[in-house]
């Protein structure tokens, strides 16, 4: 097998050649990210392997198909940057669905911890042996009112995690778990009741902008907003106006939904053309990290691990329920729901 490898990281080269090894596999790297532009690169290999910011519409899929690619493997749990619609009975698209929930719930309550604790300024203030207290004052997350968007493994986790800092938790998912020791409720309750919310859901139509003006309107003075999920889930210019009108109290971002131009990439020595993403950086009450919640040792090895064996069912022609298809779970005959490949 030969799978050129988009969006390629030295940290996706370490894991990646060591899997393939033990696989069979020859992976390629491609710093580059995979779109209209790059798709020729995929020429003459059996597969390839996206990350989040690849862009794998129509057009690419078409290609791809042209060039003889029957497989897309991607290393991420999400997939919105997908057009499966148009891969069905083209191309096979794997995902790598549970990687490591735990690493970024935990980035996440890092993030809540660094805000509400002022950690960052401490940090900084102390690297130039300034010692000062002022403005380093905090709250307790204890006793406070943490709302969750989404409970699906990392969501529960991060609720977990809550729990076990004395926090008050509810949550909102259009599909609830059933017989789970969560406390559901509707979402304009959710937005006016947290002191935290936390986003943990996948980026669909329902939850694109999740968090817009009207959500921004219905917030509880001084909440701090929480997003390691997707960046379309928060509408940046709903945030800004929120965190500038003092009703969002602060945002910690993992993720941003104009990333895919600027996450992954130094640009330190350059201008940043985002104004609203340069705006929301410079301001005293955000943190910002660049995608890297998922990034731990476990996680790297499970991706890799994971993406590995969805590649080689594939090419033998197994079933794999980390397969997806637009499809699935709206028509009764679904072939994945009877053992079988999608098409």
Not at 171 to 181: G, S
Not at 218 to 242: C, F, M, P, Q, Y
Request: aromatic share 10%.
């Amino acid at each position: 097998m030969k799978i050129a490898v988009f969006d390629a990281k030295d940290y996706d080269v370490r894991s990646f050649t060591e899997c393939g090894e033990k696989y069979g596999i020859d992976f390629k790297f491609y710093e580059t990210k995979l779109n209209e532009d790059t798709v020729n690169l995929a020429c003459g290999y059996d597969g390839v392997c996206v990350f989040v910011n690849d862009t794998v519409n129509p057009a690419v899929i078409d290609k791809l198909y042209a060039a003889g690619i029957r497989v897309i493997a991607l290393r991420c749990a999400g997939y919105n940057n997908v057009a499966l619609e148009h891969c069905f009975k083209k191309i096979h698209v794997f995902h790598v669905p549970a990687y490591s929930p735990y690493a970024v719930a935990e980035h996440t309550m890092a993030l809540l911890l660094t805000s509400v604790r002022r950690i960052h300024k401490a940090y900084n203030r102390t690297k130039e042996f300034n010692f000062s207290l002022s403005g380093l004052t905090g709250f307790d997350l204890h006793g406070k009112t943490v709302g969750v968007i989404g409970t699906g493994k990392i969501g529960c986790i991060f609720i977990d995690i809550c729990k076990g800092f004395g926090m008050n938790v509810i949550a909102y998912d259009k599909f609830p778990k059933k017989d789970a020791d969560i406390n559901y409720v509707p979402l304009d309750e959710l937005l006016s009741s947290s002191d935290v919310i936390s986003l943990h859901c996948p980026l669909t139509e329902d939850t694109f902008h999740i968090i817009d003006d009207g959500a921004v309107a219905k917030l509880k003075k001084g909440v701090i907003v929480l997003n390691t999920s997707r960046g379309a889930l928060i509408d940046s210019e709903a945030l800004l106006e929120g965190i500038k009108k003092r009703i969002i109290g602060a945002a910690c971002l993992d993720v941003y939904e104009e990333e895919a131009d600027v996450f992954f990439q130094d640009f330190s020595g350059h201008i940043v053309e985002d104004d609203i993403l340069a705006r929301l950086i410079s301001m005293p009450n955000v943190i910002v990290t660049s995608h890297q919640a998922f990034l731990t040792e476990e996680a790297l090895n499970n991706i890799a691990q994971t993406t590995a064996q969805n590649l080689t069912d594939f090419f033998n022609g197994k079933s794999n329920d980390n397969e997806l298809c637009y499809r699935c779970g709206n028509v009764d005959t679904c072939r994945k729901k009877r053992k079988a490949r999608c098409f």
